[in-house]
T-cell receptor, first 114, second 113 residues
Framework: DQQVKQNSPSLSVQEGRISILNCDYT??????FLWYKKYPAEGPTFLIS?????DKNEDGRFTVFLNKSAKHLSLHIVPSQPGDSAVYFC?????????????FGTGTLLAVQP | DAGVIQSPRHEVTEMGQEVTLRCKPI?????LFWYRQTMMRGLELLIY????????DSGMPEDRFSAKMPNASFSTLKIQPSEPRDSAVYFC???????????FGQGTRLTVV
């Protein structure tokens, strides 16, 4: 079973506060994870990634945390800005499959209120 | 580079008609993916090409769906005959072998009435 799950379809936060988007996965052999951001009427764009040899990766306001024992990762956005309002997808290459094929979650719609 | 280019951006068709979606990947990329986005399933991989050869088509829902990549700069996804449940946004993406980051086109919103 190789799935990536995002159990929160939506999240609303105030501008300036922290946004935390969560993602769970089913296969402990997954070794690389990506977050994509999608605005309406546009294709998803790559945001940040993390390898399973790390537990944290930071890029400006965006930080991804990986908890391998819980098979859970999260994306933190601090501080949140209205321009961050978008759908966020987590993704992972399947274990034993093509290295650049990706399995995506169902996405979380983030709304940052001014 | 203009990125991944998809056409048309929007397509409205009647049930039973043939629909063809087109994609031009980023020059130099050797992997191409067709995804479908729906509310219930998120982004589903339909088919994946590497060096113009279909590698994994396990996500293609039915025989009504077919995809081709006649050369490194062009791919099509065809639905024949189309059905209302095919209504979705279809994305094409490309990447380089060995890199997990894929670059997506703007998508084609398909509505079958």
């Amino acid at each position: 079973d190789q799935q990536v799950k995002q159990n929160s379809p939506s999240l609303s936060v105030q501008e300036g506060r922290i946004s935390i988007l969560n993602c769970d996965y089913t296969n402990s052999m997954f070794d690389y994870f990506l977050w994509y951001k999608k605005y309406p009427a546009e294709g998803p764009t790559f945001l940040i990634s993390i390898s399973s040899i790390k537990d944290k990766n930071e890029d400006g306001r965006f930080t991804v945390f990986l908890n391998k024992s819980a098979k859970h990762l999260s994306l933190h956005i601090v501080p949140s800005q209205p321009g961050d309002s978008a759908v966020y997808f987590c993704a992972a290459p399947p274990y034993g499959g093509a290295t650049n094929k990706l399995i995506f979650g169902t996405g979380t719609l983030l709304a940052v209120q001014p | 580079d203009a990125g991944v280019i998809q056409s048309p951006r929007h397509e409205v068709t009647e049930m039973g008609q043939e629909v063809t979606l087109r994609c031009k990947p980023i020059s130099g990329h050797n992997s191409l993916f067709w995804y479908r986005q729906t509310m219930m399933r998120g982004l589903e991989l339909l088919i994946y090409f590497n060096n113009n050869v279909p590698i994994d088509d396990s996500g293609m829902p039915e025989d009504r769906f077919s995809a081709k990549m006649p050369n490194a700069s062009f791919s099509t996804l065809k639905i024949q005959p189309s059905e209302p449940r095919d209504s979705a946004v279809y994305f094409c993406a490309s990447s380089l072998t060995g890199l997990q980051e894929a670059f997506f086109g703007q998508g084609t919103r398909l509505t079958v009435v």
